[in-house]
């Protein structure tokens, strides 16, 4: 039954990727004063699955040029990628009990920029390669940060285990004593999913389409697959960390859409940032910031076990 579940939840979390492209166009639709999708379907529902048959039943090119083998299989790599962190999701009664949840998440998110790396070098294209480039670039400057955010909260629970938090926020939420941490983890979340307006990997100014331009049917849905399940994983976290996780109530899905239509508002206002300036704000901001408010809690939580 255990196994039942979670290919369920894997089956549900495709399609409500499907869906979130859905709301993206329909909220870039209204910001830029125009109706998005609204022809297939009522209110253009079936949009997702006309879009998913497309694709799927495309035809893949190969570049004549490329590593076969590689450039065919990172996109499966990414969306299996995604698939495992989703074994995350803490349950009341989970498929697997991760102790160590924290560690397979910073394990399976570092693991994630092999996926576009390869992608981009396998497609023996400059523009692929220079997008996977400025994704590892961009991978080792906001990691550090992210990791010790998340330690400054595990703190408080002295466990690894993402399920405590549904136990230690029944009173407060961590987001009550930790605000400037909870925008420098949204920020941390953006750079992570390759979001506008941290997208440099995807630049179309400049990259055409960044490591993704030789990719075309299954191998081009499989990579978007995986970006869009990131989002709402990456939704899903910050709500567990520091919005209550109060996973037995409606509320919980309600502000994990809510932070999904967030990355959404964003990439409506928000022009690309300058690449450099994303390395500034990491290494000179996010960083000292979060180790502040690391030895802070510590020098909190010594003082009150003394």
């Known amino acids: 039954m255990y196994i039942v579940s979670y290919l369920f939840l894997l089956i549900m979390i495709l399609i409500s990727s499907g869906f979130v492209v859905l709301l993206e166009r329909k909220v870039l639709g209204y910001i830029q004063l125009r109706k998005g999708p609204n022809k297939v379907g009522f209110l253009g529902l079936l949009q997702p699955f006309s879009d998913g048959l497309k694709l799927f039943f495309k035809e893949q090119n190969f570049p004549y040029m490329s590593n076969f083998l590689i450039y065919y299989f990172s996109p499966v790599f990414m969306l299996f990628l995604s698939f495992f962190l989703w074994c995350l999701l803490p349950q009341l009664l989970n498929v697997y009990g991760f102790n160590f949840g924290l560690l397979f998440f910073l394990s399976v998110t570092g693991l994630g920029v092999y996926g576009v790396m390869l992608s981009g070098w396998s497609s023996n294209s400059k523009y692929a390669l220079l997008g996977c480039l400025r994704a590892v670039a961009q991978v080792i400057s906001y990691e550090v940060s992210m990791a010790l955010i998340m330690i400054c ?23 009550m004593f930790s605000i400037p941490l909870f925008f420098c983890w949204l920020s941390s979340c953006l750079a992570e999913t390759n979001r506008a307006p941290f997208d440099f990997a995807e630049g179309e100014s400049e990259l055409v389409s960044g490591f993704n331009v030789e990719y075309s049917g299954a191998g081009f849905a499989f990579i978007f697959l995986s ?58 901001v996010f960083l000292p910031m979060s180790l502040i408010y690391f030895l802070f809690y510590t020098l909190i939580l010594c003082y009150m076990i003394l």
């Open 153 to 175: 909260m595990f703190i408080f629970i002295f466990s690894y285990n993402f399920l405590d938090f549904y136990y230690y926020q029944s009173g407060v939420w961590f987001f």
């Open 227 to 284: 970006e869009y399940m990131n989002i709402i994983f990456m939704s899903l976290m910050t709500v567990v960390i520091f919005l209550g996780c109060d996973l037995l109530s409606i509320f919980f899905f309600f502000k994990v859409v809510f932070i999904v239509f967030w990355f959404i508002w964003v990439r409506g206002t928000l022009p690309r940032f300058r690449y450099d300036k994303l390395m500034n704000l990491t290494w000179k």
